[in-house]
């Protein structure tokens, strides 16, 4: 089992900036991909961004392309999402996931662990 557990989230202006962080625990020895995904009231949960086990590729979203940044340290097993330029429809839960494989894309499926969440709103 892999604990997630996410941080950083907050309440901001548009155009603002934030980061969020997720700490991973437990069976943190496998190589695995690690994405965000983000769910807004009434919504279908959506993909935000991965990136695979090195580091060496990372997929966005198209709606947050330019904007936000996906990073890893496995030494420290966190994971980071920096996000800048936010706007309104951003606001939304941001989870934290973990693959079982080493490179994983934006589907819901491919991830086997998930955080609990942390809020992000921004405010007009």
């Known amino acids: 089992q892999v604990q997630l557990v996410e941080s950083g989230g907050g309440l901001v202006q548009a155009g603002g900036s934030l980061r969020l962080s997720c700490a991973a625990s437990?069976?943190?020895?496998?190589?695995?991909?690690m994405a965000w995904f983000r769910q807004a009231p009434g919504k279908e949960r959506e993909f935000v961004a991965a990136?695979?086990?090195?580091?060496?590729?990372?997929y966005y979203a198209d709606s947050v392309k330019g904007r936000f940044t996906i990073s890893r340290d496995n030494t420290k097993n966190t994971l980071v999402l920096q996000m800048n330029g936010l706007k309104p429809e951003d606001t939304a839960v941001y989870h934290c996931a973990a693959a079982l494989l080493p490179q994983a894309m934006g589907a819901r499926q491919e991830y086997d662990y998930w955080g609990q969440g942390t809020q992000v709103t921004v405010s007009s």
């Open positions: 990136i695979n086990w090195s580091g060496s590729y990372t």
């Open positions: 437990g069976r943190t020895s496998g190589k695995r991909a």
